[in-house]
């Protein structure tokens, strides 16, 4: 079973929109980390935003935050008023405490801004 | 500068040559991480680093894949007899500190390793 899970292949939002990327992790893990990166088409991966399941409070940076849900799973990324250079490549991962320490990564949405 | 630093950005090579590829992490970062991106996917984990120590290398597709980090900072992953299903982005992340999960990896901008 897939651990990430991404069901948007691809988005389109309007510029000054506010648009959620859909995220639903699994793990029996009862620590873990959920993480939330962009990479536009030049290829580098950029950290957007962290979300601890122990944190109570929802994670926000800047116009990003994490609308976790811990008994859906779910970890929605919000992007409050897109603009045009938000275009790009959205990927979710979890880290869990126990196992490998490496990030597990879903397939990816592809958020598109139009003007 | 500052980031993860990999190199080179590209490289093509026949089927059957060796390749290696160079990650520079961020300075003081122990842990470094070596991940496999097919294209339109994920990134996939290949192998992990604690300074120098191997700690974690189930993610490599073969025995054809070999990495190091000999003195704890910079690390090579060797692809020996490239095949073509070796074709990806090579993603390289640090991070600092071993323990818990709050510290994000950081990423390089990745090699695109063309095999023809």
């Known amino acids: 079973a897939q651990k990430i899970t991404q069901t948007q292949p691809g988005m389109f939002v309007q510029e000054k929109e506010a648009v959620t990327l859909d995220c639903t992790y699994d793990?029996?893990?009862?620590?873990?980390?959920l993480f939330w990166y962009k990479q536009p088409s030049s290829g580098e991966m950029i950290f957007l935003i962290y979300?601890?399941?122990?944190?109570?409070q929802n994670a926000t940076e800047g116009r990003y935050s994490l609308n976790f849900q811990k008994a859906r799973k779910s970890a929605n990324l919000v992007i409050s008023a897109s603009q045009l250079g938000d275009s790009a490549m959205y990927f979710c991962?979890?880290?869990?405490?126990?196992?490998?320490?490496?990030?597990?990564f879903g397939s990816g949405t592809r958020l598109q801004v139009q003007p | 500068g500052a980031g993860v630093s990999q190199s080179p950005r590209y490289k093509v090579a026949k089927r059957g040559q060796d390749v290696a590829l160079r990650c520079d992490p961020i300075?003081?970062?122990?842990?470094l991480f070596w991940y496999q991106q097919a294209l339109g996917q994920g990134p996939e984990f290949l192998t992990y680093?604690?300074?120098?120590?191997?700690?974690?290398k189930s993610g490599l597709p073969s025995d054809r894949f070999f990495a190091e980090r000999p003195e704890g900072s910079v690390s090579t992953l060797k692809i020996q007899r490239t095949q073509q299903e070796d074709s990806a982005v090579y993603l390289c992340?640090?991070?600092?500190?071993?323990?818990?999960?709050?510290?994000?990896?950081?990423f390089g901008d990745g090699t695109r390793l063309s095999i023809l």
């Open positions: 680093f604690q300074n120098e120590a191997q700690l974690d």
């Open positions: 991962a979890m880290r869990e405490d126990t196992g490998r320490r490496a990030l597990t």
């Open positions: 992340a640090s991070s600092l500190g071993t323990v818990g999960n709050l510290r994000p990896q950081h």
């Open positions: 300075s003081g970062h122990v842990s």
């Open positions: 979300q601890g399941s122990y944190d109570q």
């Open positions: 793990t029996s893990d009862p620590s873990y980390g």
